[in-house]
């Protein structure tokens, strides 16, 4: 399921600089199904340990291996074509402004540096660092207060979360995105809720109150897929709220039960390992492919989308087995024997 929410987003993104009449408009709400899983999974790996041995420095230090590498792939991609641009169309002024967008990326900081009108990116060269950012801040908050977050504070919080998306979507485009300056807000108002959510989910997992909830496993993969790859409904904000607070945990609740075998085992474990690569190193492809497109007229190229979609996947499986695991491999060792010769002296 997180492998079909990333390539839904990857999809959104080529798809509509390419001027294609379909597109999925309702790819974002991946971001959502992100945060709730990411909660589940969370907790249910680190829970325990942070109530007991694990302390808060060296939760950060394992969020950060596993984030960082690819992370920072994605960023220094995006600054090497944003440079190009620029040397190609002689911003000079860019030298400065890129460089203090490139400090805050390394970061993980949102950057007001290269705003312009009609491009209000927060995260100037690989736009779904935005993303990243809210996971961070939702992942120390929990590592932090999880001591003191009973099943009554959580479920409080949980409410108030859900009704502060209640009253965003009153507003005027309160459920779009959140990856510009103006709207990063947005983006904790979503995560807050779904984390919550997916965290009290992995303790009802825990406690053994999710066993009835059980479905073959294609169902939930079917399901997530229709929602996300949807087009245009009538009810938007229904829609948004609908999937959120209600359909996304239960996919995750059922997910959770599910057992797989066979190829389709074997298929999902690959694209649940793609999904975090494709999802941080396709943006600034996109760029690339997009601008050609608009260059040489091949705005609705089917064999161009075809093109940019393997070598998006392709890129993202390189940078996977060459970057990604062997960076966090040594980090991990080195963190470990750090922790090691912490705990003998």
């Known amino acids: 399921m997180r492998g079909v929410a990333a390539f839904a987003v990857v999809a959104l993104h080529m798809l509509d600089p390419l001027e294609f009449h379909y597109v999925p408009v309702h790819a974002p709400l991946a971001v959502d199904f992100f945060f709730a899983l990411s909660g589940f999974v969370i907790a249910h790996a680190y829970e325990s340990r942070l109530q007991n041995e694990l302390t808060f420095l060296e ?5 950060l291996i596993r984030l960082y590498p690819l992370m920072f792939a994605g ?69 932090l207060t999880v001591s003191k977050l009973s099943n009554a504070v959580l479920a409080t ?17 309160g459920l779009e995105g959140a990856e510009n300056w103006s709207t990063l807000y947005r983006g904790l108002g979503k995560v ?15 406690a053994g109150r999710l066993r009835d909830f059980t479905l073959p496993a294609l169902l939930p993969i079917s399901l997530l897929a229709i929602i996300l790859f949807t087009p245009k409904t009538p009810f938007p904000t229904f829609y948004y709220l609908c999937s959120v607070l209600l ?8 997910g ?3 057992r797989l075998s066979g190829a389709l085992e074997r298929f999902a474990i690959l694209a649940g390992q793609l999904s975090y690569p494709v999802y941080i190193v396709h943006y600034p492809f996109v760029r690339i492919f997009s601008n050609f497109a608009r260059t040489n007229g091949y705005e609705h190229s089917p064999a161009l989308l075809a093109v940019e979609a393997t070598t998006i996947v392709l890129f993202s499986y390189a940078a996977s087995v ?7 491999q040594a980090l991990g060792r080195a963190s470990k024997r750090q922790s090691l010769s912490k705990h003998a002296t």
């Open 256 to 258: 959770a039960n599910a």
């Open 59 to 63: 939760f950060a230090k394992i969020r």
């Open 157 to 173: 919080i949980i409410i108030l979360c859900a009704s502060v998306l209640i009253v965003m979507s009153s507003t005027p485009g």
């Open 75 to 143: 960023l220094f991609l995006g600054f090497v074509v944003l440079s190009i641009r620029a040397w190609v169309g002689h911003d000079i002024d860019f030298i400065f402004r890129g460089l203090a967008a490139l400090v805050a990326g390394l970061l993980i900081l949102p950057s007001p540096f290269l705003i312009r009108p009609g491009n209000e990116a927060a995260y100037p060269f690989n736009t779904p660092t935005w993303s990243l950012f809210d996971e961070l801040v939702v992942n120390a908050a929990y590592a």
């Open 322 to 328: 060459f970057v990604d695991q062997p960076i966090r």
């Open 247 to 254: 359909i996304f945990p239960l996919l995750i609740a059922v």
């Open 192 to 206: 807050f809720f779904s984390f919550g959510a997916g965290v009290a989910l992995s303790r009802l997992h825990a």
